[in-house]
């Protein structure tokens, strides 16, 4: 059996949170903003079309529980949800918690400054935080 390859740049740019029954959930290394990736665990994926229905269905509602769990986490005003793939052809969905007031706001995430990392200890606090989240929504 052939074991799943994440893309260098989203292994570089996230953490893994958790892994659902279709996608792995990552968070991004900037902590601007409380930010989620997910990433379907299917080789050769670039286009949603590109899976198969019962995949597609799994997708849009693992994207609906993360979206979920981040809103509550983060209190977001709102929750943006895209899928570009213009830097990374495999297909990844960005699940992004939004607050009046954030930096970039009202405008998108992408292309506004430069990432902040997050420090060893806020980085693994938020992260285990989004797991215990993402856990009490399945």
């Not at 900037?30 to 799994?58: A, F, K, N, S």
């Not at 009202?106 to 989004?130: C, I, K, N, S």
């Amino acid at each position: 059996m052939h074991q799943f390859q994440l893309d260098p740049r989203l292994a570089a740019d996230t953490v893994e949170v958790a892994t659902l029954g279709l996608c792995t959930v990552r968070l991004m290394k900037d902590r601007r903003w409380p930010w989620l990736i997910l990433v379907p665990q299917r080789d050769g994926i670039t286009e949603l079309h590109d899976l198969t229905p019962l995949d597609q269905t799994t997708l849009t509602f693992e994207t609906c529980m993360v979206a979920k769990a981040l809103k509550g986490f983060a209190g977001a005003d709102k929750i943006n949800v895209g899928s570009l793939g213009n830097m990374v052809p495999m297909l990844h969905v960005h699940v992004i918690a939004r607050r009046a007031g954030d930096p970039g706001w009202p405008g998108p995430v992408w292309g506004f400054g430069q990432a902040e990392p997050y420090g060893d200890e806020a980085l693994a606090t938020t992260r285990d935080g989004l797991a215990k989240s993402l856990h009490s929504e399945r």
